[in-house]
């Protein structure tokens, strides 16, 4: 698969989890890319961390935006009809009072123990946190998204995050182009596959410890 | 009633060095480019800034990092401004991150006379560092305060102090010449919340309207958090 493919293949199961009606949160990037992939039937909102229900991706042409209706990355967007409009307080409210259904994030480095590392590698980014950990401590469902290894092939699911966490045990799944891992609190099970994926790739590429039960599932 | 529409150099008399100043603003959304043209023109510097980014290079909160204007930064995410992190990696500017939830929560604190708050975000991360950490005793029905660092126990809280500024400069989409206030689809964003917790509040506003044109049930903020009131320039957006 190319990159791109990759991507979209990790979007379409992630995008399986959400349910008609839910309030989504997706993070800047790949996540985004699920909006292309709802399943038939389902509508979800978008909530945006600044403060917005109901965002609807980029304008056709951006000057025909509204500089004041922007997503979590700054960028101009547009709204769907019952939308609304809230500050930050609100949003972070409705975050971490468990209004939101999930969010979906990416990962640098997550480990058996439901650990997420997202947002700063020492000596080399200091962007800092945002909403990250707020996001990640208060959604009902975390949904990490992301390849399974790094560009060295070094695996990114861990037995212990190395960088410093964005949140500790509050990772749900994790989805790659390989498998989807649930976080649970006896350790992380392989619960689907994608195709022509067998367990043994998966250990191979996988430093975590794995539960691998009877019955396994398919990402398509 | 007293109506509070000044001159932006008015207005900009009372910011000076050193101060205090929280400037609302998503990236570059409901940041007040007015006032902050007014402060770059009057090159006043030594600030602390809170706000929850530095919008991106060059442009509004941006123009005060450029001019070097600010000694401290309190925000959640400068990775939209390069020249932020720049200056932050070469030590010109320091900066203390706060997870945006707890940012909006430790203002509203100061605005609305709490001693603090707890919340579960930062837990078992660098942001426990340094803080105090309370655990809900289910039997007692009390909290205690503890000092391991596991975060399964629980439920667990951190304790976060509440942030209180000298100045708040706020941007409105329209503003009565009492300083009620309402603001615009997302440039709402962190306005409200510092408008409550500053000693001075000016409010910047694209219209200036007469007292009794807002609908009081559309008012997000209430004239009497509200000191000052200039006329935004759509100009310095740019």
């Not at chain 1, 992380?188 to 039960?213: C, F, G, N, S």
């Not at chain 2, 401004?81 to 997870?99: H, R």
């Not at chain 2, 105090?132 to 039997?139: A, Y």
């Amino acid at each position: 698969m190319t990159k791109q493919e990759i991507r979209n293949f990790i979007a379409k199961r992630t995008a399986k989890f959400f349910n008609d009606g839910d309030v989504i949160n997706l993070g800047i990037g790949m996540p985004t890319l699920c909006l292309d992939f709802l399943p038939e039937g389902v509508d979800i909102w978008i909530e945006s961390e600044n403060g917005v229900l109901g965002l609807a991706g980029a304008p056709e042409n951006e000057e025909d935006g509204d500089i004041d209706i922007v997503d979590a990355s700054g960028r101009v967007s547009t709204m769907r009809v019952g939308g609304c409009c809230f500050s930050s307080f609100d949003s972070f409210g409705l975050i971490r009072g468990g209004h939101v259904a999930a969010t979906v994030l990416g990962a640098y480095e997550v480990d058996q123990e439901g650990n997420l590392a997202n947002w700063m590698v020492p000596g080399k980014t200091c962007a800092g946190m945002g909403g990250a950990m707020d996001l990640v401590s208060g959604a009902k469902n975390v949904l990490i998204m992301m390849e399974h290894t790094d560009k060295y092939g070094n695996s990114k699911i861990l037995k212990k995050c190395t960088l410093p966490l964005t949140a500790a045990n509050e990772v749900d799944y994790i989805i790659t182009e390989l498998c989807v891992l649930h976080c649970t609190p006896e350790g992380l099970v392989l619960e689907e596959l994608a195709p022509d994926v067998t367990v043994e790739d998966v250990i191979a590429k996988t430093d975590a410890d794995l539960i691998i039960p009877e019955k396994i599932g398919s990402m398509v | 009633m007293k109506e509070k529409v000044v001159s932006i150099e008015e207005a900009v008399s009372h910011i000076h060095d050193g101060l205090t100043i929280m400037v609302p603003g998503f990236v570059n959304c409901g940041v007040p480019q007015t006032l902050i043209q007014a402060m770059l023109d009057k090159g006043v510097k030594d600030l602390n800034i809170i706000s929850n980014n530095t919008s991106v290079k060059g442009k509004g909160i941006g123009k005060l990092v450029h001019a070097e204007a600010i000694k401290h930064i309190t925000c959640s995410h400068i990775g939209n401004n390069v020249e932020t992190v720049e200056k932050v990696v070469n030590g010109e500017i320091n900066v203390t991150f706060v997870p945006q939830g707890t940012l909006c929560e430790r203002m509203r604190a100061g605005g609305a006379g709490l001693g603090g708050v707890l919340t579960p975000t930062g837990l078992g991360t660098p942001m426990q560092e340094g803080k105090q950490v309370v655990e809900w005793d289910k039997e007692k029905g009390e909290y205690k305060f503890v000092t391991d660092a596991d975060p399964k126990k629980g439920p667990r809280y951190v304790l976060e102090l509440p942030l209180h500024a000298d100045v708040a400069i706020i941007h409105a989409w329209k503003a009565d010449k009492i300083g009620n206030v309402v603001y615009h689809r997302t440039a709402r964003n962190f306005n409200p919340i510092m408008a409550t917790a500053a000693d001075l509040v000016i409010v910047e506003a694209e219209e200036i309207v007469e007292v009794g044109a807002l609908d009081p049930d559309v008012i997000v903020t209430p004239s009497c958090l509200v000191d000052m009131i200039v006329q935004a320039n759509p100009e310095d957006r740019n």
